[in-house]
């Protein structure tokens, strides 16, 4: 397996940087090689090109990511709580990471087809869970029945990405994480006094 | 001023269709032209170059929605009403026109921080008709006094613009006007049964 090569992810983390810091355009794969510390040429060991790395850094990040998320859906806890952890491990891997929230929020958010569509498929393994966790949660009888849960996971996944960029945009100057228990209360409970 | 003059609308609305048909990058100037039934160097006379059109159709479409929306956020009806009108509304003009949806859900989502910025400032002025009656319904004792008004707006917008985009990736197939009650009873009631 290509990740269990040492360079592999060393190759991955300095693009996290790279990409952060000069966006994605403008992120030639020589800095790339630069920032990680190894040839221009051994990165063509490992990825075909500049799309293929944005692509394997999304997937390999965001794989961690589900692990840790797909244990808490499994947790004997209560979907309140389960959402809960969602929002709260969402803004903490961002916070966490200065240039990884960027890539998140500005450089992920690509256009074209091809990319987007690849781009798409990793969002869905994520977005998947939050299915897991309503679904369990309207069984339950905690979650009202009456709405599309296609609809429940878009709507939560745009409060916690929007929140996101926008924090992004700001120049990452609020506490995010801190912003957790409202954006929970809103889930549940929406807007009205 | 510029669009007076009647080939500058009919250089926007050409756009609109080109960038969505061809996306920003493959969409040239001279494509722009062709469509719009001009020559090429018409299209100087009106803008600088691809980026200042593509703000250009932003900002002249968002005008007249901003328009219609400030006319509604004016009206003497309840918070909850409002809130209504600014999700079907929203929804509206996005389904009613396939080529808008999409310049306005993918295209518009560009990572260059100039053109960033100069989008952020059009958004800017939509969003703050969401203050506007945010804040009214708080002071009306109608909506919750205890959440950030700036998230609140955020997580509207979120969901707002997710489902939209979910809608435009998946095809426009499903009809995004009618998710509006559901969409509506979550902003003001959560998910919580
Ligand atoms: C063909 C086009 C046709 C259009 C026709 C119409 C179609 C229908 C409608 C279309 C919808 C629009 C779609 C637009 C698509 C393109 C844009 C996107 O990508 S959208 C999708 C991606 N989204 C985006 O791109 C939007 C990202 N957001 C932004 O860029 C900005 O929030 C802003 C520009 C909207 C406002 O910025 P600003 O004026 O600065 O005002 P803020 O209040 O935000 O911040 C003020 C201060 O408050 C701090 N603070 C903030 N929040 C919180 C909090 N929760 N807790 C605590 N603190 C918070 C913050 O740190 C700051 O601190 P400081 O500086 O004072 O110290
Ligand atoms: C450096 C990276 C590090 C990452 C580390 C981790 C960081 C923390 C977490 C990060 C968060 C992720 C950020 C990702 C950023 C990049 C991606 C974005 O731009 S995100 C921001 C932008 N957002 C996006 O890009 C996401 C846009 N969404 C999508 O692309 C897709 O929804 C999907 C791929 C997510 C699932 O697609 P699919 O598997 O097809 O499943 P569906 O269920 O959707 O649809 C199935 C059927 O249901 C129909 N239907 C749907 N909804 C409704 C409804 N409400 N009512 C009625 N019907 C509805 C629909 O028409 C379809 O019909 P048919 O075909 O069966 O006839």
Redesign the interface.
């Given at each position: 397996m290509k990740r269990e090569k040492p360079k592999y992810m060393q190759i991955i983390d300095a693009a996290v940087i790279v990409i952060a810091e000069n966006?994605?355009?403008g992120s030639q794969v020589a800095k790339i090689a630069k920032q990680a510390g190894v040839a221009d040429g051994t990165i063509y060991l490992y990825f075909k090109n500049k799309d293929d790395i944005l692509i394997s850094v999304f997937k390999e990040k965001m794989g961690v990511f589900i692990e840790r998320l797909r244990e808490i859906a499994h947790r004997p806890i209560s979907t309140?709580e389960k959402l809960y952890e969602l929002v709260k491990n969402h803004y903490t891997i961002l916070q966490n990471d200065h240039h990884l929230a960027i890539v998140t929020q500005?450089?992920l958010?690509?256009?074209?087809?091809p990319l987007?569509t690849k781009i798409?498929d990793i969002l869905r393994e994520y977005l998947s869970l939050y299915d897991y966790i309503?679904k369990e949660?309207i069984e339950n009888?905690?979650?009202?029945?009456?709405?599309?849960i296609?609809?429940?996971r878009?709507?939560?996944?745009?409060?916690?990405?929007?929140?996101s960029t926008?924090w992004v945009?700001t120049g990452q100057k609020h506490n995010l994480v801190s912003?957790t228990d409202?954006?929970h209360?809103?889930?549940?409970?929406?807007?009205?006094?």
């Open positions: 966006g994605y355009h309140e500005l450089e958010r690509q256009t074209r087809k987007r798409s309503l949660g009888g905690v979650l009202k029945d009456s709405i599309d296609r609809l429940l878009q709507a939560i996944f745009g409060m916690i990405d929007e929140t926008s945009m912003l409202e954006v209360q809103l889930i549940l409970h929406g807007l009205k006094k």
